[in-house]
T-cell receptor, first 116, second 116 residues
Framework: AQSVTQPDIHITVSEGASLELRCNYS??????LFWYVQSPGQGLQLLLK??????LVQGIKGFEAEFKRSQSSFNLRKPSVHWSDAAEYFC??????????????FGKGTLLTVNP | DTEVTQTPKHLVMGMTNKKSLKCEQH?????MYWYKQKAKKPPELMFV???????INESVPSRFSPECPNSSLLNLHLHALQPEDSALYLC???????????????FGPGTRLTVL
């Protein structure tokens, strides 16, 4: 069965510092991979996605992620963090489970705190 | 219209009440989803509708009853809930791409449900 691991429950960075959030997945085929961000009490917003092709994908808000098949990883990066980036970040893998049934499996999330 | 809307934003109900959550999207997406999210946890899939037919039920108790009256609307009917059902309920939709595949999901802002 597919699974997603986000090893860091909570990360604190200073505003202006670089950021990397880790994500490892387990899935037999080439996965659909996503990063979502959630502010407190809000829904999830898609930051970026990977399906195929270029392994470095660009997203919204200055985020990027790199797919590394050999490491089963899809880490999220940002060169300079802003205070407004403080939120919960979820990595997810999209899989088919029989026929056209499609669903996302989420990691447990990483809470990002940004210090001024 | 490029968003998923959910009503109400907040709902407080007693254990003997019957209430409904509503989700709407006008993006022409043919897959719609209900998720339950407890505090500091990732979303947990409850139901998936594909072309207005229930395709996945993740062993959800019968006190939750989904309904998809048309391609734009998804309801979740609630009856005899328990306090542990208090959570953020998220709706999402997904476009079907060429080749019949789904990929990213677009989330609504959620309904914060409190069961007394």
């Amino acid at each position: 069965a597919q699974s997603v691991t986000q090893p860091d429950i909570h990360i604190t960075v200073s505003e202006g510092a670089s950021l990397e959030l880790r994500c490892n997945y387990s899935y037999g085929a080439t996965p659909y991979l996503f990063w979502y961000v959630q502010s407190p009490g809000q829904g999830l917003q898609l930051l970026l996605k990977y399906f195929s092709g270029d392994t470095l994908v660009q997203g919204i808000k200055g985020f990027e992620a790199e797919f590394k098949r050999s490491q089963s990883s899809f880490n999220l990066r940002k060169p300079s963090v802003h205070w407004s980036d403080a939120a919960e970040y979820f990595c997810a893998v999209g899989v088919y489970s029989g026929g056209s049934n499609y669903k996302l499996t989420f990691g447990k999330g990483t809470l990002l705190t940004v210090n001024p | 219209d490029t968003e998923v809307t959910q009503t109400p934003k907040h709902l407080v109900m007693g254990m003997t009440n019957k209430k409904s959550l509503k989700c709407e999207q006008h993006m022409g997406h043919r897959a719609m989803y209900w998720y339950k999210q407890k505090a500091k946890k990732p979303p947990e899939l409850m139901f998936v509708y594909s072309y207005e037919k229930l395709s996945i039920n993740e062993s959800v108790p019968s006190r939750f009853s989904p309904e998809c009256p048309n391609s734009s609307l998804l309801n979740l009917h609630l009856h005899a809930l328990q306090p542990e059902d208090s959570a953020l309920y998220l709706c999402a939709s997904s476009p079907r791409l060429a080749g019949g595949v789904y990929n990213e999901q677009f989330f609504g802002p959620g309904t914060r449900l409190t069961v007394l």
